[in-house]
């Protein structure tokens, strides 16, 4: 198939499209996550993971995930559909028992992403714990 989704696309796609997308199958959902990922800055050394299918559980129609070596934590950037209206940036636990949205978006900003991932690989490059980083993060975003 090979649809083509741009940023400013995917930035002014309501809820109920991702959900569209999500039902149209695997082709279209793929497109759309590689889409989501080129749009943002992966760190250096960090491994980033798109889902097409369940592989995390299917919730939202886009998820991928960021993670440093080591696997402490990772990073989930999760679309709007039927779990949320707004974007999320959420921060998983290496043993996944804590989870903490870090920043919601209306829209999808690949800079804010960006930033929000970077920040985090900086923290966690500098040695910095999990409970300072998600503080960190906390402060900048609002939440």
Same mark, same amino acid.
Request: with cysteine; proline share 3%; net charge negative.
């Given at each position: ?31 759309? @996550? ?6 943002? @800055? ?24 960021? $993670? ?15 779990? $949320? ?36 690989? $900086? ?12 503080? @960190? ?7």
């Amino acid at each position: 198939m090979n649809t083509v989704f741009e940023t400013e696309s995917i930035s002014g796609m309501a809820p109920d499209e991702f959900e569209h997308i999500r039902e149209a199958g695997f082709e279209f959902r793929s497109d759309l @996550t590689h889409a989501v990922m080129c749009g943002l @800055t992966i760190p250096s050394g960090w491994q980033a993971s798109g889902e097409y299918r369940s592989e995390f559980g299917g919730w939202f129609p886009v998820q991928v995930r960021f $993670s440093p070596q080591g696997g402490a934590f990772r990073i989930e950037v999760c679309s709007p559909g039927e779990i $949320s209206q707004d974007w999320l940036i959420v921060v998983v636990s290496g043993n996944g028992q804590s989870v903490s949205v870090v920043r919601q978006l209306a829209q999808f900003d690949g800079d804010i992403i960006s930033h929000v991932i970077a920040l985090a690989a $900086s923290l966690h490059g500098a040695g910095y714990s999990l409970c300072h980083i998600l503080a @960190t993060l906390g402060m900048e975003g609002g939440l």
